[in-house]
């Protein structure tokens, strides 16, 4: 045995100084194997047959001549496949029934899977369920999504569907100066750049999954109810993930490969195709957004009205929260916000990069844009004069609110205080010029998580928790996390993650995974450091401690818990072809205590690159007659490239609450949120014209005319 004594020397802090993701090297030289690429003998390949209809029943599919195709192992599809259980709630509420597949001849939308074929090979498999004749009958569909359609409805979601305090039509008509403006936004997808992938297998009695997603624990959950399996004979592995953004939960590609590795007892994958991530991978609602505001002549809001709608399929309810941002952004003497969804033949929608916030900014920070125009008031004095200072629909304190803060600092630095107010002034060539600004917030969470802590002979330390690396640089965050708490240089830590057996944590997602697992982390190190203070002996085994936050999480006082920002963009707008280029941004944001500033700084100038491409670029179109995609490839769905990234700027401000165990706030959706509103209010500062349905096409840009000044 060896005796340790913790605290002997002084550890410079880990948290906080920059370091490269220590998977970097595994990453960039092929080591790391994502979940398509791990090996296992005896491996057969799954291929998902979609439906191609958008509204009917199967009649008939025919499967024997595809049986006797070279290599076909299986096909499963609804008269032949394992029964499942749906009526349970799990981590996000009930599942959708998309996940189960196979249970019944309904198709609810195009794009609905409708068999599996298995073969020894994936191209086997890929030609086998190409090869596969399903006869439907088919009905009407109705895909056509519309604000003002009849049968939309409230949701409450995560949150109360419908907000209301004061009387706004009395707000309204005796305000100064009053916006009533419809904005738009459309169908947006993830795309991450690692398709959906699963390998399923049975191991002594014991189902494992080795996946790509965004929690393994919140995997196992669902698999377990689902098969009616008890959670301890399932675990899921997910240790690298290429990019989540809300779209890697549970989805049929995972259920399939255990019905199928349940079927032929030997080892499944299942690898969804760029193509058919567009039907099963989830995605942004377009929404429609009515935003009404009243202001005194000195710009105080008398009066704020927002109301969203959104779509969701026919089998499974999700709202897009739109309205969200107005409950913590700005208060006034009426208050209404509302979420509203209508059901249409699609896919079900679902998380998207700061679902709510990031479409719902883009709304009501046009519109304060537009009611700083009418009262004569800078965009950045307006939002100063109607800070809130309390949660304006919660009436819960602010746990920190330094958007001020990061508003001054960003008009430094960015130069606002040169600004012509005026729009169309500002030429470069054939370039007309504007700048433009928005306010961004995001909640900052945690949710209960378990960690171990383990201390070996050697002097090295072992973190096991069940956390996900999106692509984040989480693992790196942790391990700088775990080596203050241990007073141990970071080489010396070793931090594993995306295993269901490490115990229950939180998913990637909501901006609280790093929150959540840096908080248990930091209890079972700081247990541990402690336990070795004593001179305790060290087995071969090592000494291990083990956390859970749940006492603690539940026990912090309610409040308002928020990340905020401040977006900044220059245009330059062509109005004779239409083209629309951001030439600089600049984001400054309160995020809390910054782990890692140079994984942190990435992720907040991604978030901001999304909303360029959001602003200019993503829009899915949906074809009527056919109820699918027009293009459903990233050559149809445009985003940004190289070329359209112009010099990006991220940096915070000094955000402390010493009420907070933790400190650390979300920073992986913060940087989207605002981002597209700044880049549309600098279009208007270019021109004289408002654009209040995204993107703003340069076809768009043609059609609004020439500069209104």
């Known amino acids: ?56 029943r199967i009649r008939d599919i025919d499967a024997d001549p595809v049986l006797a195709m070279p290599g076909v192992l299986a096909v499963l599809e ?37 068999a599996l074929v298995v073969a020894e090979t994936s191209e086997q498999a890929r030609e086998a369920a190409e090869a596969l004749v399903v006869h439907y009958e088919q009905e009407p569909h109705d895909t056509g999504f519309d604000g003002e359609h009849p049968d939309a409805y409230p949701v409450d979601g995560h949150m109360p569907g419908v907000t209301e305090k004061g009387d706004l039509d ?61 959670p301890s004979a399932v675990r899921v592995r997910s240790e690298h993930v290429g990019g989540g953004f809300g779209s890697k939960g549970v989805r049929a590609h995972q259920v399939a490969a255990v019905m199928a590795a349940t079927v032929l007892q030997r080892p499944v994958r299942v690898v969804l195709t760029r193509r058919q991530m567009f039907s099963l991978a989830g995605y942004r609602s377009p929404t429609t957004q009515h935003v009404r505001l009243g202001a005194d002549a000195d710009g105080r809001l008398r009066a704020l009205e927002h109301r969203s709608v959104s779509l969701t399929s026919t089998v499974h309810e999700f709202v897009e929260a739109s309205a969200a941002p107005a409950r913590v952004m700005y208060d006034a003497d009426a208050h209404h916000t509302a979420n509203r ?31 700083a125009e009418k009262c004569g008031l800078d965009p950045i004095e307006l939002r100063l004069r109607n800070e809130p200072d309390k949660g304006p629909v919660s009436g819960l304190p602010f746990a920190g609110r330094n958007l001020p803060d990061c508003l001054r600092e960003g008009a430094r630095r960015f130069g606002w205080a040169d600004r012509d107010p005026r729009p169309g002034r500002r030429r470069d060539g054939r370039w007309l ?11 900052s969470g945690a949710a209960p998580s378990t960690a171990t802590a383990t201390a070996h002979p050697d002097g090295t330390y072992t973190v096991r928790i069940s956390a996900a690396d999106i692509g984040t640089g989480a693992r790196t965050a942790l391990t700088l996390v775990a080596a203050d708490a241990l007073g141990a240089p970071p080489e010396r830590v070793r931090v594993r993650i995306g295993d269901s057996d490490f115990g229950p944590a939180m998913i990637a997602g909501g901006s609280m995974g790093t929150r959540s697992w840096s908080w248990a982390v930091t209890a079972a190190a700081g247990e541990l450091r402690e336990r070795l203070a004593l001179g305790v ?23 308002e818990r928020h990340s905020f920002g401040a977006q900044f963009a220059e245009v330059a707008v062509d109005v004779t072809t239409g083209e629309v280029r951001v030439r600089r941004m600049l984001g400054v944001f309160a995020a809390g205590r910054i782990v890692n500033p140079l ?93 209040r349905s995204l993107p703003i096409r340069p076809d768009r840009v043609i059609l609004a005319g020439a500069p209104r000044v």
Request: glycine fraction near 10%; proline fraction near 6%; include cysteine.
């Open 1 to 56: 045995m060896t005796t340790v004594t913790a605290g002997t020397s002084v550890q410079a802090p880990s948290v906080g100084t920059a370091h490269t993701r220590v998977e970097g090297r595994d990453k960039v030289t092929g080591a790391a194997r994502y979940a398509g690429e791990v090996p296992f003998a005896d491996l057969a390949h799954g291929w998902l047959v979609l439906s191609t209809v958008a509204r009917g």
């Open 78 to 114: 609804h008269r032949n496949a394992l029964r499942l259980d749906t009526e349970y709630t799990g981590l996000l509420g009930k599942p959708d029934p998309t996940c189960a597949v196979f249970q019944h001849d309904r198709v609810p939308h195009l794009g609905w899977p409708v």
């Open 170 to 230: 009395a707000e309204l008509a005796s305000s100064d100066a009053v916006v009533d403006a419809e904005y738009t936004t459309p169908e947006e997808h993830h795309n991450p750049m690692e398709p959906h992938a699963a390998t399923a297998r049975w191991d002594g009695g014991r189902l494992e999954v080795i996946d790509s997603n965004q929690g393994a624990t919140w995997v196992v959950g669902e698999l377990a109810n689902l098969f009616s399996l008890e």
């Open 341 to 371: 969804v209508v059901r249409l033949d699609v896919p079900t929608p679902t998380f998207m990069r700061a679902p709510g916030e990031a479409p719902g900014s883009f709304a009501l920070e046009a519109a304060l844009d537009e009611l």
């Open 433 to 443: 010029l504007g700048t433009g600004m928005a306010a961004a917030s995001f909640p």
């Open 537 to 559: 002996d060290i087995p071969p085994e090592g000494v291990t401690v083990r956390s859970d936050t749940t006492a603690a999480i539940g026990a912090l006082a309610p409040a």
């Open 599 to 691: 994984t942190a700084r990435n992720q907040l100038r991604g978030g901001m690159i999304w909303g360029i491409s959001m602003a200019l670029h993503e829009e899915a179109v949906r074809d009527r007659a056919s109820g699918g995609h027009v293009g459903a490839d990233l050559a149809g769905y445009h985003v940004a490239t190289h070329a359209d990234v112009p010099h990006i700027e991220a940096d915070w401000i000094d955000d402390t609450d010493p009420a907070d165990p933790v400190g650390i706030k979300g920073i992986g959706e913060i940087g989207i949120v605002g981002a597209a509103a700044a880049v549309a209010n600098a279009v208007w500062h270019a021109t004289g014209v408002r654009h």
